[in-house]
């Protein structure tokens, strides 16, 4: 571990503020945890993930705010006026909005990195928390013009803590990437599972485990993803927009009920065969990457 980051606060015990603080506590570094709700605090302790933050404590090395967007800059603010650390970041899963709401607000933006780990967004409950859940995966870092090398390197000292490598975005770059990667699919999938939701057990047993697969992400915290998807709304928008034009097409396609109508689908078929192997070749270089560095296949 560099010298660099020997103390953290992480603020927010959720899945993604609970895993941090296990990575960071694996690495040596000796954290404090923060929470509005003293339950999912004393489940973080519990865990090992650090102990409960208290006023007599030194400011840290690192301040993350690990909570939802809509309740970053506030947190932010507060723990900056408070002095609880040099340097803050952030795990929110979208950041135009959030930088530009931290700018205005009249946060310090010197020792402010921006930031999000892309292994996405918290479970409902502690359980899935996971020091090594960000081991091989990207971590994107947004940092301001104005921001200094020194706290850039205390973020560096925490990506490594948590197995993960650093990909520098524009934060309107970061929200269209995440769009196109995360929300907007989830918001499909939640749209597809709806049709599922009142359906009788011997309906659900006919289903082969591709349904169940390709619907998996439906499954997370709805309060949270509402949150995640307002703050990231046009770039989501966009993209539901053109899925939505090529199902619409499609539908048209087969009302029509035209002779042609294999000929016509056949390209949007092919395409989307082409995509799904294209993440497929994806995942299996992460996964190769990921054994030396997280010591597991």
Not at 180 to 207: G, I, K, W, Y
Request: proline share 7%.
């Amino acid at each position: 571990m560099t010298t660099t980051l020997r103390t953290a606060v992480v603020i927010g015990c959720g899945t993604t503020g609970t895993s941090v603080a296990l990575a960071l506590t694996t690495a040596g570094v000796r954290v404090a945890l923060s929470d509005d709700d003293p339950q999912p605090l004393a489940e973080a302790v519990a865990l090992g993930a650090g102990t409960a933050w208290n006023p007599a404590l030194a400011p840290a090395d690192l301040v993350v705010v690990a909570t939802a967007p809509s309740a970053v800059v506030d947190t932010l603010h507060s723990a900056q006026s408070r002095g609880l650390g040099h340097v803050y970041t952030d795990t929110a899963a979208a950041k135009d909005t959030v930088c530009a709401e931290a700018e205005l607000r009249g946060c310090d933006l010197k020792g402010y990195v921006p930031g999000h780990p892309l292994a996405g967004p918290d479970a409902p409950g502690r359980g899935a928390a996971d020091a090594g859940r960000f081991t091989g995966r990207p971590w994107a870092v947004c940092p301001y013009e104005t921001t200094p090398g020194w706290a850039l390197e205390t973020v560096d000292a925490l990506i490594a803590a948590c197995g993960a490598h650093r990909v520098d975005l524009t934060p309107p770059a970061h929200d269209r990437v995440v769009a196109e990667l995360s929300h907007a699919p989830h918001l499909v999938a939640a749209a597809l599972a709806t049709r599922f939701a009142d359906s009788s057990e011997a309906f659900l047993d006919l289903a082969d485990d591709g349904l169940r697969d390709a619907l998996r992400g439906a499954g997370g915290d709805p309060w949270l993803w509402s949150d995640v998807l307002a703050h990231n709304a046009g770039p989501v928008a966009d993209v539901l927009d053109r899925v939505a034009g090529q199902l619409a097409r499609a539908a048209a396609i087969l009302r029509e009920g035209d002779a042609c109508a294999p000929l016509e689908l056949a390209p949007t078929l092919q395409q989307g065969r082409r995509g799904q192997r294209a993440l497929q070749r994806s995942g299996e270089r992460r996964t190769l990457r990921d054994a030396p560095a997280g010591g597991r296949m």
